[in-house]
């Protein structure tokens, strides 16, 4: 069964730049949609961005869009999130979470496997 581990949080100035990765192992991540989610202390899981698996078809949510990019490498069964522009509103616990086939969702309750997360602090 798939597997996934997200790695590349840490603490950033406002304005600053990160880049997150999603690996996937026991299964081929080509073959699924990869979304990645945050969720801040005391709030529900927010639909971030999602990647299908022809790797051009995404979707970004409203609060990320022109500052967030999605990207995936099938050759490192690995998926990005690069994170640009950053505010402090956008800490918060970062996860990855992939379902087999073509699409993917910002709603948390589609996808079937989910990583530990990684944490994103943006503060000066």
């Known amino acids: 069964q798939l597997q996934l581990v997200e790695s590349g949080g840490g603490l950033v100035q406002p304005g600053g730049s990160l880049r997150l990765s999603c690996a996937g192992s026991?299964?081929?991540?080509?073959?699924?949609?990869v979304g990645w989610f945050r969720q801040a202390p005391g709030e529900e899981r927010e639909g971030v961005s999602w990647?299908?698996?022809?790797?051009?078809?995404?979707k970004d949510a409203d609060s990320v869009k022109g500052r967030f990019t999605i990207s995936r490498d099938d050759a490192k069964n690995t998926v990005y999130l690069k994170l640009n522009s950053l505010k402090p509103e956008d800490t918060g616990v970062y996860y990855c979470?992939?379902?087999?086939?073509?699409?993917?969702?910002?709603?948390?309750?589609?996808?079937?496997?989910w990583g530990q997360g990684t944490q994103v602090t943006v503060s000066s």
């Open positions: 979470a992939a379902k087999l086939g073509f699409y993917g969702s910002l709603g948390a309750h589609y996808y079937d496997y």
């Open positions: 026991e299964a081929p991540l080509p073959a699924y949609a």
């Open positions: 990647i299908a698996t022809d790797g051009r078809t995404t």
